[in-house]
């Protein structure tokens, strides 16, 4: 499987963003989805992920302001992204590992590229 995210850019505090993780090859309703992100200096940090069957996780900073989805026909994985803080500026990366959803993101199996988001106040 192999995964680009798209769709980072620079938006104000308070703004939305969407985010994209396109994947080629077969078989991608069978993996599960995670978005990780790492600010600088910082580690990379699980945000959200969805499973093959649908379910999500999220992180606790952004519950409530962030939805993951995809569309299988498409072989995409979205974040949607509102209400949206500078705390929130980092490379956003999308993984892929089968099947379920895992908050480490050491064990996910295949990763995209990264898409930078920044947030100003």
């Known amino acids: 499987v192999q995964l680009q995210a798209s769709g980072g850019g620079l938006v104000q505090a308070g703004g939305s963003l969407r985010v994209s993780c396109a994947a080629s090859?077969?078989?991608?309703?069978?993996?599960?989805v995670g978005w990780i992100r790492q600010a600088p200096g910082k580690e990379r940090e699980f945000v959200a992920g969805i499973s093959r069957y649908g379910g999500s996780t999220y992180a606790d900073s952004v519950k409530g302001r962030f939805t993951i989805s995809r569309d299988n026909a498409k072989n995409t994985v979205y974040l949607q992204m509102d209400s949206l803080k500078p705390e929130d500026t980092a490379v956003y990366y999308c993984a892929a590992r089968r099947d379920y959803i895992s908050v480490n993101h050491a064990l996910y199996d295949y990763w995209g590229q990264g898409t930078l988001v920044t947030v100003f106040s």
């Open positions: 090859g077969r078989s991608f309703s069978a993996y599960a």
